[in-house]
């Protein structure tokens, strides 16, 4: 279950840093279960991963459990009202001690009702003293790390990772400066999809807007194509553009005042975004589920709970239109990928960094090679 080092010289062998003189990841990194699991370790459990907006874990033991590839963890505010995140297994005999969403005093297992503080500390074993030798303070949950970063909450799997405010560079200001009220939306819709493709595919997909004009008719109404920009940076690709034009045929933009289609990648596998209407702010994860299966959450933050009837019309947007263009080229491309007559591809790149260039994609692939020669070497 690994990627060897001969793996990573073949890839190198095609990878320049220079996107023009590139060739793109060999296609049975997107096709073989290994990959996957390599993966895991190299990649998921070492990077940022978003758990929920701030709103959810703003009130003293409130708490939140869910799965990073494979890893039951659960986040929380304890009652100091620090924010913790452990594993969510029992130290008695493993079994999972959160489910779902909720507040609580105590986190009790379900199993034979070891009980621990939000802080972690073990604090009630039924007959604790027919175990010998037995000291509570040994048998603290597992903690992980945990970060509010523009109001959203991250968890790091790495006890050894810096901090995501260090890593994201200049990633905080944009947002906030596109978004200065996303501390005060709230959750207002949520919507999933199972593509047939690996999740490198539609992260490849969502990194460049040279097929918006092939693919995209209604999103080049809405956005202004010719003032589409892409710019990396570390471990993050701003993908801007004015949009809201009012003849668009994408959706009425008749009252908004967020003119600006302000869209980030976040490594490895989210983005976030800010598209023309009142104020909103979404998160999309897209989240390995095999190794040519991959499972989108798209979460819409609002000025309201309910959606209005503008926001609709956006929602169904994306989702009956941009959505269904985009996860039938990421499930072609797969198909393709499966082949014979594709091994590795090209980037098209321009030196203006437009939308009509490929260099997000191949920022992509340099970091994934980065996460690749680490976990090897
Ligand atoms: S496994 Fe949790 S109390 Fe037994
Ligand atoms: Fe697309």
Redesign the pocket.
């Known amino acids: 279950m690994s990627v060897t080092l001969r793996d990573i010289e073949e890839i190198k062998s095609g990878f320049d840093p220079v996107a023009a003189r590139s060739f793109s990841l060999p296609s049975r990194f997107y096709i073989e279960p290994d990959s996957l699991e390599f993966e895991k370790r190299a990649i998921f459990h070492r990077s940022w991963q978003f758990v929920c907006h701030g709103e959810k874990l703003k009130d003293p033991g409130s708490y939140i459990a869910f799965d990073v590839q494979g890893q039951a963890i659960v986040a929380l505010r304890d009652g100091e009202g620090a924010l913790r995140a452990f594993y969510n297994v029992?130290?008695?005999?493993?079994?999972e001690?959160l489910s779902g969403e909720g507040r609580t005093k105590l986190i009790t297992?379900?199993?034979?009702?070891?009980a621990y503080t939000l802080d972690g500390r073990l604090h009630a074993?039924?007959n604790e003293e027919r175990i010998e030798k037995f000291d509570k303070a040994d048998f603290c949950l597992m903690p992980v790390k945990i970060e509010a970063f523009c109001d959203l909450i991250f968890i790091n799997l790495d006890p050894d990772a810096t901090s995501l405010k260090e890593q994201a560079g200049g990633l905080g200001g944009e947002v906030l400066s596109y978004a200065p009220d996303i501390a005060n939306l709230t959750h207002a819709h949520r919507m999933t999809y199972t593509i047939k493709a690996n999740w490198k595919a539609v992260v490849d997909n969502f990194l460049e807007c040279y097929h918006c004009p092939v693919a995209h008719r209604d999103f080049c109404s809405l956005v202004e194509m010719d003032t589409y920009k892409v710019t990396t940076h570390g471990i993050y690709s701003s993908h801007m553009a004015k949009a809201g034009r009012a003849d668009n045929s994408a959706y009425d933009v008749a009252d908004a005042t967020v003119q600006d289609h302000a869209v980030w990648w976040l490594w490895p596998n989210m983005s976030l975004m800010r598209y023309p209407g009142a104020g909103n702010f979404m998160v999309w994860q897209f989240i390995p589920a095999g190794p040519e299966e991959t499972y989108e959450i798209f979460d819409f933050f609002f000025e309201k709970p309910e959606p209005s009837a503008a926001e609709m019309e956006a929602i169904r947007y994306i989702d009956e239109v941009l959505q269904q263009e985009d996860i039938g080229l990421c499930e072609s491309v797969q198909r393709g990928m499966r082949t014979p007559a594709f091994e590795r591809g090209r980037f098209m790149a321009d030196p203006g960094g437009s939308g009509m260039s490929e260099h997000g994609v191949h920022h992509f692939h340099g970091l994934l090679l980065d996460a690749y020669e680490r976990m090897a070497g």
């Open positions: 029992c130290r008695h005999r493993a079994h001690l297992c379900p199993y034979h009702a070891w074993v039924r």
